[in-house]
């Protein structure tokens, strides 16, 4: 049966306004939305058309948002719910990662109660898609991708997703190739992997079978890429070299990306420009230690695609993180000194997979007949006031399901 709403006086950003010499407010519409199918089919004003026994939702004037995106996280890792612990000493990454697996087989919580968890906090924060990397490799086997599936398929909440089969050991280390496969067929889209140049030992080798097996299955890559200097220099020169050469063009990410600090000059224009016209996307979770964060304004003006995640949240590797996509998204704005409201407006994009309510130009670009009925609601008067202020979200809908 199909199920038509109409969400009933709803507060829709149309334009800047300038009243001091500067943008310093947006200016707000009262709309009426009619979803049906999970998408928003009619935009109204003045008033509400006859429902004829359809379900209305009076939003008493507060304002529509697109909702949320995380874009890195987690699933399998997290230890909420648990008592508290520090991570334990690691003397580097392969120390930490190998006893990652044994500490998290441990926990007195089952895995998918844990994913819940954290599911349930991020979604308090406005988030409804997830994209997941999820460690697969011959120490877990699949383990975790099924303990991750079953966590989302038994969630009391429709959600959107992707996973990630992260063979996090080492791509032609922990020799994962074949499990990478399986997961492929097995529920997972995209193929993760970390520092091939210095885990793997042959940054060109592991590529060239990462993007293989992506062809061969039609499948994003997102690479966790945390290298300096000339191991991250190299792993980036390469996969945009394989990205134009796949034609695998918006269909590959670098996490972190932590190298694109170390080009310089006319080099690091031709990279930050090859970047943006492979439609090559950068995700970045707003670390603060210093000299660490990627360029993210800079590569913008580029035209690279940019996407904030939260990543760790309380796991084996920080005992910190909160699962507040809104609070990474406020650092991003302290840390690169967005400070108009057209350029917060602007910011609300790298967690929305690039949606925004205005375009740069202050002309409204969203909601639209037509678009997914993903949204959330605010007593914010604006995106820029979301953004720099963090103000609640009241409720949340996934095409046209109520999440919260």
Same mark, same amino acid.
């Given at each position: ?16 306004i300038n009243e001091k010499g500067y943008v310093n407010r947006a ?215 394989? =990205? !134009? @050469? ?5 269909? +590959? ?11 310089? #000059? *006319? ?12 439609k090559i996307h950068i995700i970045s979770s707003i670390p603060i ?88 609601? =605010? !007593? @914010? ?5 979301? +953004? ?11 095409? #046209? *399901?109520?999440?919260?």
């Amino acid at each position: 049966m199909t199920k038509t709403q109409w969400f009933q006086n709803v507060s829709v950003e149309t334009g800047f306004i300038n009243e001091k010499g500067y943008v310093n407010r947006a200016k707000l519409e009262t709309k009426h939305l009619q979803v049906q199918d999970g998408k928003i089919i009619k935009i109204v004003a003045g008033e509400l058309p006859a429902t004829a026994g359809e379900e209305v939702i009076d939003m008493k004037g507060q304002l529509i948002l697109p909702g949320l995106v995380e874009k890195h996280c987690h699933l399998d890792k997290t230890k909420l719910g648990t008592d508290f612990e520090p991570v334990s000493p690691a003397k580097n990454i392969v120390e930490r990662f190998e006893s990652e697996i044994s500490q998290l087989n441990a926990l007195k919580i089952a895995p998918e109660k844990r994913t819940e968890a954290l599911l349930d906090i991020e979604i308090d924060h406005g988030v409804s898609f997830f994209r997941s990397h999820v460690d697969v490799e011959p120490a877990c086997g699949l383990d975790y991708l099924e303990n991750v599936k079953r966590a989302i398929q038994k969630y009391k909440h429709p959600i959107g997703y992707e996973l990630i089969a992260f063979p996090q050991h080492g791509f032609l280390r922990s020799e994962s190739q074949s499990l990478v496969r399986q997961a492929l067929e097995n529920g997972a889209t995209i193929i993760g992997g970390v520092d091939p140049y210095t885990l793997d030992q042959d940054y060109k080798k592991s590529l060239e079978q990462t993007f293989e097996i992506a062809a061969e299955y039609q499948a994003g890559i997102d690479l966790h890429v945390h290298d300096r200097d000339e191991a991250g220099k190299a792993t980036i020169k390469e996969i945009i070299r394989l =990205t !134009k @050469a796949y034609n695998w063009q918006d269909k +590959v990410s670098i996490s972190h990306a932590f190298g694109l600090n170390d080009f310089t #000059g *006319e080099e690091r224009k031709t990279v930050f420009q090859a970047l943006a016209d492979e439609k090559i996307h950068i995700i970045s979770s707003i670390p603060i230690t210093p000299n660490t964060i990627p360029p993210l304004v800079e590569l913008q003006s580029y035209g690279v695609p940019v996407h904030i995640g939260c990543d760790n949240v309380y796991d084996s590797w920080s005992a910190y993180g909160d699962g507040n996509i809104q609070e990474k998204l406020a650092r991003y704005g302290e840390l690169f000194g967005i400070k108009t409201l057209e350029g917060m407006t602007a910011s609300l994009g790298l967690v929305t997979n690039g949606i925004t309510t205005l375009n740069p130009a202050g002309e409204p670009a969203w909601p639209f007949e037509g678009a997914e009925a993903t949204f959330l609601f =605010t !007593k @914010a008067n604006s995106s820029a006031e979301f +953004v720099a202020r963090q103000t609640g979200v009241t409720h949340s809908y996934y095409q #046209g *399901e109520k999440i919260k």
